[in-house]
Every structure is written in C-alpha cells, then in structure tokens.
C-alpha cells in the first residue's frame, strides 16, 4: 500500500494542531493539581476538626448522642453495683472499682471477686475510658484527665439520708458519703447536654456552677472507706448549683480549685450508691 506523501500545507496543519492541543493538555493537567491540592487541605481541615475536642468543633447533635454514651455507660455501672449489693452480698465497703486499666482502687484487705465492677466474676463490666470527645484536650494531663473518677467523697444534697433543712447533714461521713462516679474535664457542649437530658437545666440556661470542690483531699479514690465528703450543691454562697440538689446525676462547673483540679472544670457526676 502506497504511504501517502505529506505536503508542506499538511505539515503546517499537524504543527497548529500540536500547538492548539498542548496548551489545553497543560490547563487540564494544571486544573486537576489544584483540586488535588485543595481535596488535601479539606481533608487535613475536617480530620483536625474531628479530633479537637474544643466546644466548637463538636456540634449540638453529635454532643447529645456522646452525652446518651455517658449516661448509659453511668446507668449500666449504677445498675451494677446494685447487683453486686443484693445479688453478691457485698456491703458498701465491699464494692471496688479495681482495674486493670488505672490503679488506685485496691482495697485492703483486698475485696472479693465477686464484689467487683470490672470483674468477670462480679459485675462484669469493661472499664471504659473517657474519649477526648467527651474532654476538653486543653486539660490533657491534669489530674484524673481521661479517667472514670470512682469516690466516695462527695454528699449530693436531698439524695440518701441528709436533707436540705440541716446544711451540716452532709459532713456526717457515717451516712451522708455517697458512692459516686465522675468524669472530669468534660467538654462545654457535652456538658450541657447532659445538663439538659438529667433536667438539672432547661435549654438556653447556664451550666450549674459549684463553689464548693465535689472530691475529698484525702482520699478520693474509693477503697472501700466512706470519707467525710465535699458537698455537690452547698446550700448557700455563690454558686448557682441550687437546680442540682436531690439530682443523682448532673453536670456543673467547680468554681474552686483543689488537688490540681483547676477552678473552671467541668465535671459528670453520677450517683452509684445514696447513703
């Protein structure tokens, strides 16, 4: 088959059309390095914006559902240690918090199997950590930051045997001391939520604010010893914690700082055990 001989005029036409068509392969291949680029920095942006625990980065909807995970997680350990006290036998100085995950809670002498939370014998639980989107990361590294908070130092107002006529009912350590847990750190939107869905506010209020530290200096870990307790609404002073008395669980804000706990910290708490 004969080649057909390009002419000068065909030539000239192949050297327009390469001159037209490597202009636009360069904008196309310009164009999609720039969405590249800009699909990086979206991508960098909204990864960050999840893993910031800042009250800005967590929305109304998602701290609702993570505060229903706080209190669910709080009502199954409720339920539980009430299991273990009929079920098991187990006194309240029997009850322990040991596990395998933060220390401190050995009792001694050391408690039965079958008294304990975290214990396959006992109640059966996992020991579940605060997540950084429950937390402020800002508090990351102060005490008890990133734990559950086990204590049996603090007194809830109008909750078990003390009552609201006599201030002083809550530093008798023989029956005021409730077994609670906390949670500190928590983070502003999520602690609201939890505010709202234990009614210790209405939509739009200010978080409680609590004047009086809600855990014991001495030893606020619980090891099986009922301390004389710090009182979670005082009944007076400056707070603004009157909405959380004869409330088993709430969230409100420590206006006082103790034991490296900075004034400002938002605190979960949940009663385990009204005494």
Request: negative net charge; glycine residues 8%.
């Amino acid at each position: 088959m004969r080649q057909k001989i390009k002419t000068k005029g065909d030539i000239f036409k192949d050297m327009k059309y390469q001159d037209k068509v490597q202009p636009e392969s360069g904008n196309i291949l310009f164009i999609i390095l720039v969405a590249i680029a800009l699909f990086g920095a979206l991508s960098f942006a909204v990864s960050n914006m999840m893993r910031s625990g800042n009250a800005e980065a967590i929305t109304e909807q998602k701290a609702s559902i993570l505060a229903d995970e706080i209190l669910a997680y709080a009502r199954d350990i409720r339920q539980t240690v009430q299991n273990l006290r009929i079920s098991n036998q187990c006194e309240n100085e029997d009850i322990s918090f040991e596990n395998s995950t933060v220390s401190g809670y050995e009792h001694s002498p050391v408690a039965r199997d079958e008294c304990k939370v975290f214990h396959p014998d006992g109640g059966g639980l996992s020991y579940i950590q605060p997540t950084e989107e429950w937390l402020e990361p800002s508090n990351s590294g102060n005490l008890y930051y990133g734990e559950m908070f086990f204590t049996s130092g603090s007194c809830v107002y109008n909750i078990g045997t003390d009552n609201l006529s006599s201030p002083s009912s809550c530093n008798d350590v023989s029956n005021s001391a409730e077994l609670t847990l906390m949670v500190l750190y928590v983070n502003e939107t999520v602690c609201r939520a939890l505010a709202e869905k234990t009614q210790t506010i209405t939509p739009g209020d200010d978080i409680p604010t609590d004047d009086i530290a809600p855990w014991n200096l001495g030893d606020p870990k619980f090891t099986g010893t009922y301390v004389l307790p710090k009182q979670i609404y005082n009944n007076g002073g400056t707070d603004s914690s009157e909405s959380l008395k004869g409330k088993p669980n709430g969230c409100f804000t420590t206006d006082d700082a103790t034991n490296n706990v900075p004034s400002g910290t938002r605190v979960f708490y949940q009663v385990l055990l009204a005494r």
